[in-house]
């Protein structure tokens, strides 16, 4: 039988060349019986491939006992495992939807790229994102042997845009809502621009009236926020309780009814293209405009810098000045 692949040496180094269509690929090899297996092991790939993969997945087993039996949904349960906290939640939410049942039994040794492929078809964003942490979670793990698609073959990841409130909708939101602790927590929003699960479980001990600062956990990162308060904020939070719970019904509802709230009452208005997360966006657009310090706004709005991590490699908190004054500031510049 004519073997598709035949060996030759140049320069001391063993290749082999496609008779089919004449390409010459090295070895990388000066060692004769070297070369000789890695050319034999080529011509049986293309005489007897399922035989070969069968033979790959006695190797395989040799390896890992559970790597015929390991599935995508195996994947999924241990990654929900080593979230904490919300984390997790995002990771259970993500899991169970319908996007991945086609995955779910399917044996983590049997998938091809087009597996993953028609799963991504017409896919929302947050599908490709999970199932890109799910393929390298499952590759750093050696569940794999080997990238399933290529980094660079995945389909992008293109998020809607996305815009901050600005200040005559958050006025208006704040004369049409009734309840008293929805329109209180959407102020705070406004002046804090945090996250809505971390405001919403503000507490009273988290203000220092007499530094007159706040301060709180991002549950995302677990880093700490500290900010000034100006006069508002000030007067804001004195309105509030002033022990415990800030937001005592809101701290207890799901992130997703917190949104659907706030939806309904902008679709009420007519206003679109906003979420509860809208207000980072426009504390963040705020700071600009007036000046605020990047490395400041940074912090407050949870992202590291180079600055950030000097400091709390040193165990330090930076105290961040109140966005107000700088607002003020600002003002009285141009006038």
């Given at each position: 039988m004519n073997q598709q692949f035949i060996l030759f040496r140049r320069a001391g180094v063993f290749y082999c060349e496609d008779t089919r269509t004449g390409k010459q690929t090295s070895l990388r090899t000066k060692d004769r019986?070297?070369?000789?297996?890695?050319?034999?092991?080529?011509?049986?790939a293309t005489r007897q491939p399922h035989l070969n993969r069968q033979i790959a997945r006695a190797y395989w087993m040799g390896t890992d006992a559970l790597a015929t039996a390991r599935t995508w949904q195996h994947v999924m349960d241990e990654m929900i495992r080593l979230k904490t906290g919300a984390n997790r939640d995002r990771w259970r939410v993500a899991a169970n939807s319908k996007a991945f049942d086609p995955l779910r039994r399917l044996l983590l040794i049997e998938t091809q790229a087009e597996h993953l492929l028609r799963v991504l078809e017409g896919c929302k964003v947050s599908t490709n994102v999970f199932l890109r942490r799910l393929h390298n979670f499952a590759l750093d793990m050696n569940w794999l042997p080997c990238s399933i698609i290529p980094?660079?073959?995945?389909?992008?990841?293109?998020f809607r845009e996305k815009r901050a409130i600005t200040l005559e909708e958050h006025q208006r939101i704040l004369t049409a809502e009734r309840n008293p602790e929805r329109r209180a927590f959407y102020d705070v929003c406004w002046h804090l621009g945090g996250s809505q699960g971390d405001l919403a479980r503000l507490r009273a001990e988290d203000i220092d009236w007499e530094n007159r600062t706040v301060s709180f956990f991002r549950r995302k990162t677990g880093s700490v926020t500290l900010q000034h308060m100006g006069p508002e904020s000030m007067r804001l939070l004195a309105d509030l309780p002033g022990e415990g719970l800030l937001f005592p019904y809101l701290a207890g509802v799901r992130t997703n009814d917190r949104s659907t709230e706030f939806y309904q009452r902008c679709k009420q208005l007519g206003i679109t293209g906003v979420s509860l997360h809208s207000y980072r966006y426009a504390w963040a657009e705020r700071a600009k405009s007036a000046g605020y310090p990047e490395r400041f706004a940074q912090e407050a709005l949870g992202h590291n810098s180079k600055a950030v991590h000097r400091a709390y490699a040193r165990r330090a908190l930076v105290k961040l000045p109140s966005l107000e004054e700088y607002e003020a500031r600002a003002a009285s510049a141009t006038t």
């Amino acid at each position: 039988m004519n073997q598709q692949f035949i060996l030759f040496r140049r320069a001391g180094v063993f290749y082999c060349e496609d008779t089919r269509t004449g390409k010459q690929t090295s070895l990388r090899t000066k060692d004769r019986a070297e070369a000789q297996t890695l050319l034999h092991a080529r011509n049986e790939a293309t005489r007897q491939p399922h035989l070969n993969r069968q033979i790959a997945r006695a190797y395989w087993m040799g390896t890992d006992a559970l790597a015929t039996a390991r599935t995508w949904q195996h994947v999924m349960d241990e990654m929900i495992r080593l979230k904490t906290g919300a984390n997790r939640d995002r990771w259970r939410v993500a899991a169970n939807s319908k996007a991945f049942d086609p995955l779910r039994r399917l044996l983590l040794i049997e998938t091809q790229a087009e597996h993953l492929l028609r799963v991504l078809e017409g896919c929302k964003v947050s599908t490709n994102v999970f199932l890109r942490r799910l393929h390298n979670f499952a590759l750093d793990m050696n569940w794999l042997p080997c990238s399933i698609i290529p980094r660079r073959q995945w389909p992008p990841v293109r998020f809607r845009e996305k815009r901050a409130i600005t200040l005559e909708e958050h006025q208006r939101i704040l004369t049409a809502e009734r309840n008293p602790e929805r329109r209180a927590f959407y102020d705070v929003c406004w002046h804090l621009g945090g996250s809505q699960g971390d405001l919403a479980r503000l507490r009273a001990e988290d203000i220092d009236w007499e530094n007159r600062t706040v301060s709180f956990f991002r549950r995302k990162t677990g880093s700490v926020t500290l900010q000034h308060m100006g006069p508002e904020s000030m007067r804001l939070l004195a309105d509030l309780p002033g022990e415990g719970l800030l937001f005592p019904y809101l701290a207890g509802v799901r992130t997703n009814d917190r949104s659907t709230e706030f939806y309904q009452r902008c679709k009420q208005l007519g206003i679109t293209g906003v979420s509860l997360h809208s207000y980072r966006y426009a504390w963040a657009e705020r700071a600009k405009s007036a000046g605020y310090p990047e490395r400041f706004a940074q912090e407050a709005l949870g992202h590291n810098s180079k600055a950030v991590h000097r400091a709390y490699a040193r165990r330090a908190l930076v105290k961040l000045p109140s966005l107000e004054e700088y607002e003020a500031r600002a003002a009285s510049a141009t006038t």
